[in-house]
């Protein structure tokens, strides 16, 4: 795991936020969160810490007590077309039939080892795959994708620090 940004100030009154890419680069669609993190670094998100999660999720615990709130970035199969963004909730990632993203599980045991009064507010967006087998290469419509949802992630993270 890399911790990429961390820019954020410790006083009580700002909000923590943490964005994680999910996902194995070495998957091709599969790795769409690391892949997008990597894009988000490129920008200034001042009191966001931007991480670079792919696999590692249980390592990532000390990130996730951290923050008040989190976006997660991770393909989702969810019978869109390849390269469609879809958003989620945390209230609806356990539900029946909601497939949260490939690393649902990991993600959800690691939040159950955080006391409930603590855990954090909760948002997926997830990027519909067009291939999860080898390779560290995205695929066209996957990589069409990234721009759009980096400013995605901008709206988010800009409405999260407003309503603090």
């Known amino acids: 795991m890399q911790t990429a940004m961390y820019k954020t100030e410790k006083k009580s009154h ?3 936020i943490l964005v994680a890419g999910l996902g194995n ?4 669609d599969g790795g769409v969160g690391v892949h997008a993190v990597r894009a988000l670094q490129e920008l200034d998100y001042p009191g966001v810490m931007v991480a670079e999660v792919g696999t590692a999720v249980l390592d990532a615990l000390h990130l996730i007590e951290w923050a008040d709130n ?3 970035i991770d ?3 969810a019978g869109g077309e390849p390269g469609m963004i879809h958003s989620i ?3 609806a990632i356990g ?3 909601m497939h949260a993203s490939l690393h649902q599980l990991s993600f959800m045991s ?3 080892l955080i006391p409930e009064k603590g855990q954090p507010v909760i948002t997926v967006l997830g990027v519909e795959p067009e291939s999860i087998e080898c390779g560290s ?3 066209p419509p996957v990589e069409k994708a990234i721009p759009h949802l980096v400013r995605i992630v901008g709206e988010i993270l800009a409405c999260w620090q407003v309503k603090w």
Do not use: F, T, V, W
């Open 95 to 97: 539900k029946p039939g």
């Open 25 to 28: 680069s070495l998957l091709r």
């Open 75 to 77: 393909a989702m199969q």
């Open 70 to 72: 989190i976006l997660i």
């Open 110 to 112: 690691a939040l159950e």
């Open 137 to 139: 290469e995205l695929s």
């Open 14 to 16: 700002k909000k923590r």
């Open 89 to 91: 909730r945390g209230y």
